[in-house]
C-alpha cells in the first residue's frame, strides 16, 4: 500500500476554489479501482492537506494520469501561494473503523 500526503497553501483569494476543486477530485477518485482512502482536511489560513492511500504504485500513478488530476494540477500555479509540499511512502502499518 502506497501514501501520499500532499500540504497545499491557496492565495488567500482562491482557498475556496481550491476546496471546491479538491472536493470534485475526492469525488472521482472514489470511483478509481485502487484509491483506498483520500481525505482533504483545511486548515485557517488557506492551508489544506491532502492524504491519499492507494493498493500500489500503479493505482497511484494511474491517479495521477487521471485527466481530473492533471486540470487540478495545471490550475495550482493560480491557486497556490507557493510550492505544493508532496511526500510518497509505503505503508508499514494502519487501521480504520
Known amino acids: 500500500m502506497t501514501m501520499v500526503?500532499?500540504?497545499?497553501?491557496?492565495?488567500?483569494e482562491h482557498a475556496d476554489e481550491l476546496d471546491a476543486a479538491l472536493r470534485e477530485v475526492a469525488g472521482h477518485t472514489?470511483?478509481?479501482?485502487?484509491?483506498?482512502?483520500?481525505?482533504?482536511?483545511?486548515?485557517?489560513?488557506?492551508?489544506?492537506?491532502?492524504?491519499?492511500?492507494?493498493?500500489?504504485?500503479?493505482?497511484?500513478?494511474?491517479?495521477?494520469?487521471?485527466?481530473?488530476?492533471?486540470?487540478?494540477?495545471?490550475?495550482f500555479p493560480l491557486l497556490l501561494a507557493e510550492e505544493p509540499v508532496v511526500e510518497v511512502a509505503e505503508v508499514v502499518t494502519a487501521f480504520a473503523r
Do not use: I, K
Not at 5 to 12: D, I, S, V
Open 30 to 75: 472514489r470511483g478509481e479501482p485502487g484509491a483506498l482512502a483520500y481525505s482533504v482536511a483545511r486548515q485557517d489560513g488557506g492551508r489544506f492537506l491532502v492524504v491519499e492511500r492507494y493498493a500500489d504504485g500503479a493505482a497511484r500513478d494511474a491517479h495521477f494520469a487521471a485527466p481530473y488530476v492533471a486540470a487540478l494540477l495545471d490550475r
Open 5 to 12: 500526503l500532499a500540504m497545499l497553501r491557496a492565495e488567500p
